[in-house]
C-alpha cells in the first residue's frame, strides 16, 4: 500500500501562485510514476501532470502548459505541483496519484492506470 497526502491547496487570487505538495510513504517512493489530477464541481476527472519515476519524463494538460510545473524530490519521497499565472478555470480539488512503474520512462494520463490516490487538497483561484 502507498499512502498519499496532498497539501498546500487554499484560496488564490487570478494571476497568482501556489504550490501543491503530495507526501508519499508505505512504499519505495522511487518506484512509482506520480500524477497529478483535478476535478472541478460536476465535472470528471481530469490529467494535469505526470512525472516519471525518475523525474526524467514528465506531461501536462495543455491548458495548463507553461504554467503549471510538476517534480519529484526522491529523497523526501514528494511530488510537487508549482502552479503559477492561476486562472478562476483552475478553480478544482487536486489529487496526486501513484502508479508502480520502476525504471519506466513512461508517464500516465488516464486515472484508471493509477493505484493510489490522496484525498484531494482544494485550489479556488478567485476573478
Known amino acids: 500500500q502507498v499512502q498519499l497526502v496532498e497539501t498546500g491547496g487554499g484560496l488564490v487570487q487570478a494571476g497568482g501562485s501556489l504550490r501543491l505538495s503530495c507526501a508519499a510513504s508505505?512504499?519505495?517512493?522511487?518506484?512509482?510514476?506520480m500524477g497529478w489530477f483535478r476535478q472541478a464541481p460536476g465535472k470528471e476527472r481530469e490529467f494535469v501532470a505526470a512525472?516519471?519515476?525518475?523525474?526524467?519524463?514528465?506531461v501536462y494538460t495543455d491548458s495548463v502548459k507553461g504554467r503549471f510545473t510538476i517534480s519529484r524530490d526522491n529523497r523526501k519521497n514528494t511530488v510537487y505541483l508549482q502552479m503559477n499565472s492561476l486562472k478562476p478555470e483552475d478553480t478544482a480539488v487536486y489529487y496526486c496519484?501513484?502508479?508502480?512503474?520502476?525504471?519506466?520512462?513512461?508517464?500516465?494520463?488516464?486515472?484508471?492506470?493509477?493505484?493510489?490516490w490522496g484525498q484531494g487538497t482544494q485550489v479556488t483561484v478567485s476573478s
Open positions: 496519484a501513484a502508479v508502480y512503474s520502476p525504471y519506466n520512462r513512461r508517464v500516465r494520463d488516464l486515472p484508471s492506470e493509477y493505484d493510489y
Open positions: 508505505g512504499r519505495t517512493f522511487s518506484n512509482y510514476a
Open positions: 512525472i516519471s519515476w525518475s523525474g526524467s519524463s514528465t
